[in-house]
């Protein structure tokens, strides 16, 4: 479920606890949300990528269960039973490892395994919906579900449409639409979310 309050009211926590997604409807306002990007130096903060990212953490508790998925997702993003609130102290006192780029679709997924599933997960919903919205409109004839691999749709389809779509938005002057590149690892770990969405059946513990 969701609860949408205001930090315009009351201190806002934008957040999951089990299977409570808070999401504060002040960012809803241009200039506040622009505000709080720049303080938090991010290239990319919308409404949609916060929903899309706290439900990213719901489908991580919900769907990554049994030995064999806990292992697989471990290799990919780490160990999860690290301190969370350390790991948040420790983000925001020492920033991101200098090499991040090179494992890591954003910061913050550096933060802890969590935040690095749950970035990948929205980053998966962005592709998936811009792709199929990209196709609706006549932009690409690709069917996405023609793609064994989510991974091969990113190189093959993603990577120069989302290209395309930042230049045409530097050509108008605005932001590039998906300021972000996509290293090795994370097409692994897209492929790892994908493949959740396709099989969303737990495996027992």
């Keep these: 479920c969701f609860?949408?309050?205001?930090?315009?009211?009351?201190?806002?926590?934008?957040?999951?606890?089990?299977?409570?997604?808070?999401?504060?409807?002040?960012?809803?306002?241009?200039?506040?949300?622009?505000?709080?990007?720049?303080?938090?130096?991010?290239?990319?903060?919308?409404?949609?990528?916060?929903?899309?990212?706290?439900?990213?953490?719901?489908?991580?508790?919900v769907l990554v269960r049994g030995e064999e998925r806990m292992d697989a997702c471990r290799e990919l993003f780490g160990d999860e039973s690290k301190d969370y609130q350390a790991e948040i102290d420790r983000h925001y006192s020492e920033g991101p490892p200098e090499d991040w780029q090179e494992s890591y679709i954003s910061t913050y997924a550096t933060m802890h395994p969590f935040e690095d599933f749950a970035e990948t997960f929205a980053h998966w919903m962005h592709i998936s919906d811009t792709v199929e919205t990209a196709r609706a409109y006549g932009l690409t004839t690709v069917d996405p579900s023609a793609f064994t691999l989510f991974s091969d749709l990113v190189t093959g389809v993603w990577i120069p449409l989302s290209t395309a779509l930042n230049q045409i938005n530097r050509a108008m002057g605005a932001d590039d639409l998906y300021p972000f590149v996509i290293p090795p690892p994370v097409l692994d770990k897209l492929d790892f979310v994908a493949a959740l969405a396709r099989d969303p059946h737990p495996v027992p513990a």
Excluded at 33 to 44: A, H
Excluded at 45 to 57: A, D, N, Q, S, W
């Design 3 to 61: 609860d949408m309050l205001s930090s315009v009211e009351e201190n806002v926590v934008i957040g999951h606890a089990d299977g409570v997604i808070t999401i504060d409807l002040a960012e809803g306002d241009d200039a506040h949300r622009v505000k709080v990007q720049s303080e938090l130096d991010e290239p990319y903060r919308t409404m949609l990528g916060h929903l899309r990212h706290e439900v990213g953490h719901y489908f991580e508790s």
